[in-house]
């Protein structure tokens, strides 16, 4: 089986020659490169070039094309500041007042920001690979790209305050997401990751996911698998047990676990979602290699006989992560533990 075949047999519940292995890198790509952060996440070529690198490097199953999560603000009219050495952030939001909602517009994807360099990486990866290995490309989920638009507080006030202009931002993110991810899928890749990490229990109550969340989930997946994504791939981390129940709703067919959800209460609730997951991103810094060997070895054992499973950290891996430690998780599968 190749990266892609492997992937396919897990989200189907097809026992795969070996489980499948995701590792989130994406800023630890520039690292291992010896490239800048700021460059990495302002260049597509570059882009495509440092994960090549690290797939040849690491041997796993997916590449990606994730800059950081100021793409769509700042397409938007978001204003960003940039760092050598780390992810840029938000320094101004585009919306400051959501009553003026009308001043914004959807942006272009060819045209608009950083998103044609990251259509760019898309294509390049594409072409280099393939259908032999996973190219994932990544749209922020509704209510990330609402707090990225204006501001984390006001956007939890107006939630509060004004929902039904708070439903018109994300309506307007659910516009940006749709359109950014439909690029990304004519342009190589083989599925948009919907990044949403504000709406995590750990940030919104899960009332606020199923009455705001929810049907707008439902909206972007039809959409990218009407267009032929691979499959629908959500990434919320945190303590997200509260809200598992409402994925197979949404679509969702990969749910990724972040390192506080226990993986086998997740497969009850969602006993025909593929799982990815699950390991402590920091572990990627501080622990041994085979403190990560084990608990790879562990999670493995868990769910090597039932499918459905793709071996993973349970967020991004951290750029300055050991590589050795990243090694241990991807030869995990290989090496029979």
Not at 225 to 254: M, Q, R
Request: charged letters at 20%.
């Amino acid at each position: 089986m190749n990266s892609l075949e492997r992937i396919k047999a897990a989200t189907s519940f097809v026992i795969p020659d070996r489980v499948p292995v995701i590792a989130q890198v994406f800023g630890h790509a520039a690292v291992l490169a010896g490239v800048p952060i700021g460059k990495y996440v302002r260049d597509g070529d570059l882009l495509a070039r440092c994960q090549l690198k690290a797939l040849a490097h690491y041997g796993y199953d997916t590449v990606f094309t994730l800059m950081d999560s100021g793409v769509e603000t700042e397409a938007v009219g978001s204003r960003l500041r940039y760092r050598s050495d780390m992810y840029p952030y938000v320094e101004h939001y585009v919306i400051a007042d959501a009553k003026e909602m009308n001043s914004v517009a959807v942006p272009d994807p060819q045209r608009s920001g950083r998103m044609p360099e990251m259509l760019k990486a898309a294509s390049f990866l594409r072409s280099e690979l393939g259908n032999e290995v996973l190219i994932t490309g990544c749209v922020l989920g509704p209510m990330t790209l609402a707090m990225q638009l204006l501001g984390p507080e006001k956007a939890l006030f107006l939630a509060v305050d004004d929902p039904d202009l708070f439903d018109r931002v994300l309506d307007f993110a659910v516009e940006v997401a749709i359109t950014f991810g439909l690029a990304q899928i004519e342009a190589g890749a083989h599925l948009p990751l919907i990044f949403d990490p504000s709406a995590s229990p750990a940030v919104i109550p899960p009332r606020f996911f199923r009455e705001f969340e929810l049907p707008r989930l439902r909206r972007l997946f039809s959409a990218f698998k009407s267009a032929g994504s691979f499959a629908n791939w959500l990434h919320i981390a945190g303590p997200v047990d509260p809200i598992c129940p409402y994925y197979p709703e949404a679509g969702v067919e990969i749910a990724n676990l972040d390192y506080c959800v226990d993986p086998l209460h997740a497969r009850k609730i969602l006993p025909r979602t593929c799982l990815d997951g699950n390991i402590k991103p920091l572990s990627f810094i501080e622990a041994e290699p085979a403190d990560v060997a084990a608990e790879s070895a562990r999670l493995l054992e868990l769910f090597r006989s039932q499918g459905g499973f793709i071996l993973s950290s349970g967020c991004e891996i951290p750029p300055e992560s050991r590589p050795e430690n990243v090694a241990a998780m991807v030869s995990a599968p290989r090496s029979g533990r």
